[in-house]
């Protein structure tokens, strides 16, 4: 059975977003200056126990959470389709691992962003799911040439532990950062499908996990050195992870994965809450 934050059938990312909506509603949302949040993932392989699209599925499900907790605090927000169109390099080399040109993801983020404008919305929220070196340099083009151009006041949110490895400052007008809570101890490193998010999918999209599958992956042990070779990508990563995951999936629960999306959606709606006041302070990124 499906968790009522899922849905029924458990695939559909068009749920509680805009895709369900009419124009009405839209420039009806756009006249009472609604926030737009906007996920944005890509389709690539997550071992073989979960589908291409578990970095659209957490950006959807951490995106709804984040819609519940600023309407608890009287904040009105709607959800953009979600965005998959992004670039992949550490598991290019398996099959389903699309990826897109740099100028491909920046041009249709843009023009997301535009369109947006276009209807009158003020400000967008972005929270991303993948965080590839190329993605990642790609959406902070897209933010950045989007507000330059189109006025559109973009925001993506992004925990510290994520800006100091992306060497943020914290003073990027276009960044919101919270503090990240500390990750649950484990004796393995995990990077890709991993329990994190071998154990969202099992508590939100129960059946979209292989589970007997799931069952006889062992721990990959893999080390900083493997990291650094994994990262790649391509041929060098599949050799690290030649099954396509890095981390001990199997050790995966449901309720982990349901606090780690609470608590994203908590930190993340609190942090736009204080931007909103007035009140946001970036934390020290040391």
């Given at each position: 059975m499906m968790h009522p934050e899922g849905n029924a059938k458990g695939y559909?990312?068009?749920?509680?977003?805009?895709?369900?909506?009419?124009?009405?509603?839209?420039?009806?949302?756009?006249?009472?200056?609604?926030?737009?949040?906007?996920?944005?993932?890509?389709?690539?392989?997550?071992?073989?126990?979960?589908?291409?699209?578990?970095?659209?599925y957490g950006a959807y499900i951490n995106t709804r959470r984040v819609k519940v907790e600023l309407e608890k605090s009287g904040i009105k927000s709607l959800i953009a389709p979600?965005?998959?169109?992004?670039?992949?390099?550490?598991?290019?080399?398996?099959?389903?691992?699309?990826?897109?040109?740099?100028?491909t993801m920046v041009n249709l983020l843009w023009d997301m962003m535009a369109s947006l404008k276009r209807w009158g919305f003020e400000r967008a929220f972005i929270i991303n799911h993948?965080?590839?070196?190329?993605?990642?340099?790609?959406?902070?083009?897209?933010?950045?040439?989007?507000?330059?151009?189109?006025?559109?006041?973009?925001?993506?949110i992004i925990g510290d532990f994520l800006a100091k490895k992306f060497?943020?400052?914290?003073?990027?007008?276009?960044?919101?950062?919270y503090e990240a809570p500390p990750a649950p101890s484990s004796e393995q490193m995990e990077i890709h499908a991993d329990s994190y998010e071998t154990g969202f999918m099992m508590h939100y999209f129960t059946g979209l996990v292989d589970l007997e599958i799931l069952k006889s992956l062992k721990p990959t042990g893999l080390t900083l050195q493997d990291l650094m070779v994994w990262r790649q990508g391509w041929d060098d990563a599949r050799k690290v992870t030649p099954l396509g995951f890095f981390g001990d999936p199997a050790s995966a629960t449901p309720g982990q994965g349901r606090d780690s999306v609470?608590?994203?959606?908590?930190?993340?709606?609190?942090?736009?809450?204080?931007?909103?006041?007035g009140k946001y302070r970036p934390p020290e990124l040391k």
């Open positions: 559909s990312i068009f749920e509680d977003t805009m895709a369900d909506m009419t124009y009405l509603q839209i420039e009806e949302a756009a006249r009472e200056k609604n926030l737009v949040l906007l996920p944005v993932g890509l389709m690539e392989e997550h071992g073989p126990h979960l589908p291409l699209a578990v970095d659209v979600p965005f998959y169109w992004g670039m992949n390099n550490a598991t290019a080399s398996f099959a389903g691992s699309f990826t897109v040109r740099e100028e993948h965080y590839d070196e190329d993605h990642t340099r790609a959406l902070k083009t897209a933010i950045q040439k989007a507000r330059l151009d189109t006025g559109l006041r973009v925001y993506w060497r943020f400052t914290g003073r990027e007008p276009y960044l919101l950062i609470e608590g994203f959606g908590k930190a993340a709606a609190e942090v736009i809450e204080r931007f909103l006041q």
